[in-house]
């Protein structure tokens, strides 16, 4: 098992990315093989410093970074060399298995979607977030912002994706899926969210238990939560600058901890044909670390065939 | 000045509402005179006990209660010797200058709607809530609900309803507007955003400072911030019942109870010609009291009127 890791990307790429690297090969008992690309005598000079051990890493030489700003399709395609193209370009050729990155969304994006590509079947690739539930539960919400506009069956397809990921990856035996709304019962609704509801209602590859609103987001409702990736994206976002306000007003508790994105190791573009992880540009040591184990739980429970078995 | 309060309204009424009443005008030193519509024995019994000064209240009896579950437009139709349709009729025919219900909040809708009519010009009438900032601060979410489907023209006019509210209700000085979005650039967002940007950018009677991400919402950034009502009623009702599961799990800090929408006393209706406030059907005593004080505000403050300039 290869898992590429973009070295360049995130605010506090390379460091953080090699002591992330350093913690995973420390933990894990069988490690998969991580190809390491990026500036290879930085590299090379911090995996010296961490007590990498190099019998599992394989580093891959990029002369050029995409910046956190830049033009995600045009940086593509003019930086041939860097980091992220690399990736895609492994990926795509079958040298390596998933591939993840802290860097640019959009160009992490623009390769899942162009470069490996979404599988047969799949309209819509989508992106998802961990949602901590007040009970302790571990919830799904999709998409949060690759799909800003969608269409009705688009929400159908991630609710099947989410399904499987939230069975697979979260171990939620037949995940309940809500339709995120603003009222509980069927006809409540923008017209998207109407129309979705009866699409939901026949979907036998899902249990799909009817609308969940803003109040349920947190509590023990619905496993899997879909919408389209604008209101997605808000409540995401949202939740994200909860837990840096709380953290900054030491406001402390268990609860409010688990919106710390670090813990869950970024997001993984479901609907493509390999495993893609997209992490925070603030990703630390865990959060690469996370990343990582995602990545490898991915392959381990063949999450894309699943998909590609209801999808397809 | 003449304020309707519907008695029966909200799950704990009329008791709590007859304790707001006796705390809105033991608080008060030129209080406005208190319609009460609702069971008048029922009222009686509780002024008696509750120290209601009675030279500032007139009860209106009522024989009916539209519950909280009924169909709005059916119930308004059919129970006319309902607290609610009571209400808008003597709202309509100038005996009351504004009406409070925690009620059937679509009876209040629709009876907001077709009883007392939306102001001429205006295209949507909208309900907004108040967003506690990080800073202290006090922020303006609209539509929180009303209109689930919206056109760009319907947020060019929310932004102006709500800087007015804002800037005569909440004392902002000219409040800066932001456009609920997905990312910072113009440009971005779903079709909606993309659309109504340029118009919120070229409207000369708002403060426009572009758009706002999820993670602004609780951030000193926009004083105003609008979207349809499908987000910004998810975004409502998780904000609420973040105040819940914080207090449950006894997370005790200032900012966070801030989130108590009982300290702003309900939403108002914007855009129809009369103030109407709505409440949450768990109203108590304090939230009664201060619906009152916004209805009072908003008479004060000639909202309707200064809506009428900015939008006929």
């Known amino acids: 098992m290869n898992i590429g890791l973009d070295m360049m990307g995130g605010d506090f790429a390379p460091l953080e990315a090699v002591k992330g690297v350093a913690r995973y090969l420390s933990e ?24 990498v051990d190099r019998n599992h890493i394989r580093i891959i030489a990029s002369e050029e970074v995409i910046g956190m700003h830049e033009h995600p399709t045009k940086a593509l395609k003019e930086k041939k060399r860097s980091s992220i193209a690399i990736g895609f370009h492994l990926l795509a050729s079958g040298k390596m298995d998933a591939f993840i990155s802290a860097g640019n969304t959009g160009a992490m994006l623009v390769g899942s979607l162009f470069s490996i590509k979404a599988l047969e079947g799949v309209l819509r690739p989508t992106i998802s977030t961990i949602i901590p539930k007040e009970n302790g539960g571990t919830g799904l919400l999709l998409d949060v912002g690759l799909n800003a506009d969608c269409k009705p069956e ?28 603003v009222g509980e019962e069927e006809g409540k609704g923008n ?12 979907n036998k590859s899902i249990n799909f238990i009817g609308n969940v609103e803003g109040r349920d987001i947190l509590k023990d409702k619905a496993d899997v939560m ?8 808000i409540i995401l976002k949202l939740a994200e600058s909860l837990y840096e306000i709380t953290k900054d007003k030491k406001i402390h508790h268990e609860f409010l901890e688990r919106f710390n994105f670090e813990n869950y190791g970024g997001t993984p573009v479901l609907g493509v044909t390999k495993p893609v992880v997209i992490g925070h540009g603030i990703s630390k040591a865990i959060a690469f670390k996370n990343m990582i184990l995602v990545a490898q739980k991915m392959l381990d429970k063949k999450v894309v065939e699943q998909l590609k078995n209801e999808l397809e």
């Open 226 to 233: 879909v919408c389209e990736g604008f209101t997605g994206n």
């Open 28 to 51: 894990q008992e069988q490690p998969a093989t991580l190809f390491l690309i990026g500036d290879q005598q930085a590299i090379e000079k911090l995996i010296a410093g961490h007590k």
């Open 191 to 202: 017209i998207l969210a109407q129309a979705a509801y009866p699409l939901l209602k026949e």
């Open 154 to 181: 688009h929400l159908n397809q991630f609710a099947v994706m989410g399904s499987v990921f939230s069975h697979l990856i979260l171990g939620i035996e037949n995940p309940k899926v809500g339709l995120m709304n």
